[in-house]
């Protein structure tokens, strides 16, 4: 368990009146962390085996009672990580319980996650909420906005402002109420703001998410792309192969696929971790998959099975992430003179070939397996997904009505 402890510091340089700093030692897996709050004590007032001042200390009562309520605070946050097992560093505890003094604003707190997410390197869910968190800052026209201000009242009027003014699909305008909603979770967990606020719930807004249309391409339209006679090393040529193995992979994300390296297929099975949740995955290679990586092995491409990081930095998680985007929006170009070329009068993406794979396994294929092929957490995930592509019990239906 984690302790937390005042502590004069004397190893610091003191005032000019000789006085050093007083801090919080937050120990942690033989980890030391302090925490600084201006208060200064010389080291004859100070008793190290108390953690307290003196009597000889002019102020010694008052600052007592602070020094004693700071570690309160910091005992109580260590105690609250404990029981919710949460596990946090020395780092980690030392910053929630700065935070815990001070009332983080909406968009601090944003700025916070992003940076958490930046040094773990997820870039591709750092730009889509970096879009989100501008959108209100328009609508809010001030970089400042606490908590307490995000009534349902103003939750209402930014749903209204994102379809009016910013001409934002339903999708779209839920994603950012998804996003105000996670981070005002995480502020009443962190103790920046009373769950009496929570605008959120029954009788107040209430999130629904619309799954819209997924149209995926049938068997026969798969065909006519694996078929169609394109110049080999040609960029349609690269952008058909990627799109043909992310099918065959059951969707895999794009980003993913531009990530694979050699060193992630063995026993001819593939390897990896997903962008997107950091899940591990283990996948048969299956025979057409097994095509494509014949037609590659002769590349070096920086130990990338295919090429479009060769001239990312590869110790630089954010100049992948940006190449990676890239080559996606790349493939997508191409992706629609691919349709055009097959007579595909559908909608050709990268996303589509994980609604292809949707719409052919129907319902062919049990829901665990699928869950398991799409790299769902939850099993109620893959069953609204999977719901979009099979239509065989409402069109009997149909058919028992009007055939006669």
């Not at 925490?35 to 007592?64: C, M, Q, T, V």
């Not at 815990?100 to 889509?128: C, D, H, I, M, N």
């Not at 939850?378 to 979009?388: G, I, P």
């Amino acid at each position: 368990m984690a302790t937390a402890k005042l502590v004069l510091r004397k190893d610091k340089k003191p005032l000019k009146d000789g006085s050093f700093p007083i801090a919080i030692r937050i120990t942690q897996n033989r980890k030391v962390r302090y925490i600084f709050f201006k208060k200064y004590a010389l080291e004859k007032h100070w008793d190290s085996n108390k953690g307290r001042l003196k009597n000889g200390h002019p102020n010694y009562n008052r600052l007592n009672k602070i020094l004693e309520n700071k570690l309160r605070e910091a005992t109580d946050l260590i105690y609250e990580d404990e029981i919710n097992e949460e596990n946090k560093s020395a780092s980690e505890l030392k910053e929630k319980i700065k935070r815990s003094g001070k009332q983080l604003s909406f968009f601090e707190l944003a700025e916070l996650r992003f940076q958490e997410y930046k040094e773990r390197g997820t870039f591709s869910v750092v730009q889509p909420e970096e879009t989100r968190v501008k959108n209100i800052k328009e609508f809010n026209k001030s970089d400042d906005l606490s908590f307490r201000q995000i009534t349902v009242s103003y939750i209402e009027k930014f749903a209204h402002y994102s379809k009016t003014v910013l001409k934002h699909e339903n999708r779209t305008t839920t994603n950012h109420l998804i996003f105000i909603r996670t981070l005002f979770n995480r502020a009443i967990k962190e103790g920046i703001v009373d769950k009496k606020y929570y605008p959120f719930g029954k009788e107040k807004v209430q999130i629904k998410i619309s799954s819209g249309n997924k149209i995926g391409l049938t068997r026969e339209e798969v065909e006519k792309i694996e078929s169609l006679d394109l110049e080999p090393n040609s960029t349609i040529w690269h952008s058909r192969n990627v799109w043909l193995f992310s099918f065959y992979f059951a969707g895999i994300r794009i980003s993913d696929v531009v990530e694979m390296k050699w060193s992630d297929f063995k026993d001819n099975r593939v390897y990896y971790i997903m962008n997107k949740n950091e899940k591990p995955v283990s996948l048969k290679i299956p025979e057409k998959a097994g095509k494509i990586l014949d037609l590659y092995r002769g590349y070096e491409n920086k130990g990338y099975l295919f090429h479009y990081l060769n001239n990312a930095n590869l110790n630089d998680p954010r100049d992948v992430f940006r190449k990676s985007r890239n080559a996606a929006r790349l493939m997508n170009k191409y992706l629609k003179r691919i349709a055009d070329q097959a007579n595909i009068d559908k909608k050709l993406s990268n996303h589509i070939a994980r609604h292809t794979f949707g719409n052919i396994a129907g319902d062919k294929i049990h829901p665990l397996m699928l869950q398991k092929l799409y790299r769902h957490f939850d099993l109620k995930t893959t069953l609204n997904y999977q719901a979009n592509f099979i239509h065989k019990d409402a069109d009997d239906a149909l058919d028992s009505v009007v055939d006669f």
